[in-house]
């Protein structure tokens, strides 16, 4: 799979492989090779590519991306 989007609660996903909804399952980052567990939360959407497949992690893990999402408070400036 590969990661399409990505934030604190998990990932969306594009696999080859279709994935029922409540499936467990390890999410690995191959920068850091840290793991965590996940699930998918709905039913996949098909694409031209694959499916999109929507995964939420246990807890959220802020730091598992090694990036820096907007606090929480943050408004754009169109707002």
Do not use: C, Y
Request: charged letters at 25%; glycine letters at 2%.
């Amino acid at each position: 799979a590969n990661t399409v989007a990505v934030n604190m609660h998990g990932a969306m996903v594009l696999t080859s492989r279709l994935l029922d909804p409540e499936t467990r399952l390890m999410i690995v980052n191959e920068r850091t090779h840290e793991r965590a567990a996940a699930r998918v939360t709905r039913a996949p959407r098909e694409s031209a590519e694959g499916f999109l497949i929507p995964l939420e992690f246990d807890k959220p893990a802020p730091a598992f991306w090694q990036i820096t999402f907007p606090p929480s408070n943050w408004r754009s400036a169109e707002d």
